[in-house]
């Protein structure tokens, strides 16, 4: 099961369910920028608050900082469109919505 979400032009970012583990992929152009994998259960459990896109948003940005990415400023504008683009796509393999 793969989803792109192509809300960041020619930045398309795709997550993929493979059993129970969700790879997640971010490209510049037709380039992997970066990529990171976690189990479903992993995102179940991450519940800091009430509110579930809030709760996803901030799951990715552990995500990527566990990755050490020294270019990537999540507070830039064009970062956290990056990383709505990402939750949209994770939502959609979560909620079974892949329209």
Do not use: H
Not at 10 to 16: G, K, L, S, V, Y
Not at 47 to 68: A, D, G, H, M, V
Request: with cysteine; charged share 35%; hydrophobic share 35%.
């Amino acid at each position: 099961m793969k989803v792109i979400d192509k809300s960041v032009t020619d930045n398309p970012q795709i997550a993929e369910k493979k059993g129970e583990e969700i790879i997640v992929i971010s490209k510049f152009k037709k380039n992997i920028a970066f990529k990171y994998r976690f189990k479903i259960d992993e995102i179940q459990r991450f519940k800091p608050t009430f509110n579930e896109s809030y709760n996803l948003n901030q799951f990715i940005r552990t995500k990527i900082k566990e990755l050490k990415l020294k270019w990537f400023n999540e507070t830039e504008p064009f970062y956290t469109r990056i990383i709505d683009s990402q939750r949209c796509a994770i939502s959609k393999i979560l909620n079974g919505d892949l329209k």
